[in-house]
């Protein structure tokens, strides 16, 4: 699956999951490694995410979306709490991201307990499916 399709797939499922969202107002929380070691993983999905952006534009289903990136530096402790942050305070429609997998499982206890949907984008392994 390219970037293109799972940034697709965030906007459309963010359409739907946004229910407590202002009416022409939908927020994407986006937890990357940006810092660390793995910041190149990083780097790559949120570029890809600022081209979509830039050549798609930033509504979607009439309305508009807000992408808020954050830096969980690798750390999934830091994950955890970037993205409770998201689902408590920001009120985020979906959190997405999530450059390995242990950063992945880390959130989604978070997700669920919030109902959240929760998009990996660039971990693998069958347990997240689970």
Not at 15 to 30: D, R
Not at 51 to 71: F, N, P, S
Request: charged fraction near 15%.
């Amino acid at each position: 699956m390219t970037l293109k399709h799972v940034l697709m797939a965030v906007l459309a499922t963010a359409m739907f999951a946004a229910p407590a969202q202002a009416q022409n107002n939908v927020k994407v929380g986006v937890i990357l490694p940006l810092t660390g070691p793995f910041t190149a993983i990083g780097r790559q999905v949120e570029n890809g995410i600022k081209l979509y952006m830039a050549q798609k534009g930033d509504t979607a289903g009439g309305k508009k979306v807000e992408i808020l990136v954050k830096d969980d530096g690798g750390n999934a402790d830091a994950t955890k709490r970037i993205a409770q942050e998201l689902v408590a305070n920001e009120k985020v429609a979906i959190i997405a991201g999530f450059g390995l997998t242990p950063l992945a499982m880390a959130a989604a206890p978070v997700a669920t307990q919030g109902k959240t949907p929760q998009i990996v984008m660039a971990a693998g392994t069958s347990a997240i499916t689970q």
